[in-house]
């Protein structure tokens, strides 16, 4: 996968992000449903705080997803989000044109203890990394705006490659 490429399929699925909180309502976006983790707020505050700890390791070349500050005003105003969210875009959109940086990933993996592992990884791959974790978190999203009965898109919070299968499955009826 090219950088234009990743870059592109996560500007996508932001922007779907973006359209479906527009005209959401501010109850909904904080409610918290019982069936799931978390608000539509909180699932749309992890994404966009993945995409700040990417951009915040880029000029150092360490990338660490685990300290991310947790800002509950995402969880709250659906227009801080959108604002945010308008801002990533732009972000992704200037890298367009860099190099496929060489990059460490460091994290915790395990909730047994603090030892912190470290790999090698490049920009594309985290922005591969970084798109499949939007598209886990928009089928959460779509899950609760489905049981509140609000009209999402088929294709939302869908992986690419499950989209591809449906594809071909339609055609070879």
Do not use: W
Not at 48 to 70: K, T
């Amino acid at each position: 996968m090219s950088l234009q490429s990743a870059v592109s399929a996560n500007c996508d699925s932001l922007l779907e992000i973006k359209s479906q909180l527009s005209g959401l309502s501010s109850s909904l976006y904080t409610r918290k449903p019982q069936y799931t983790g978390g608000s539509i707020g909180v699932h749309v505050r992890h994404i966009i705080e993945h995409y700040h700890m990417l951009f915040d390791g880029l000029p150092g070349g360490m990338i660490c997803y685990d300290n991310r500050v947790r800002n509950s005003l995402l969880e709250q105003s659906s227009a801080a989000v959108l604002s945010a969210l308008a801002g990533i875009v732009s972000r992704l959109q200037a890298l367009i044109g860099e190099k496929n940086h060489s990059l460490t990933l460091k994290a915790v993996v395990s909730g047994c203890s603090d030892e912190q592992l470290s790999t090698q990884t490049t920009l594309v791959r985290e922005l591969m990394f970084i798109h499949s974790h939007t598209l886990h978190h928009q089928a959460i999203i779509a899950m609760i705006l489905k049981a509140e009965s609000v009209d999402i898109s088929d294709n939302f919070g869908v992986a690419p490659a499950t989209l591809q299968f449906r594809k071909s499955a339609s055609n070879d009826r």
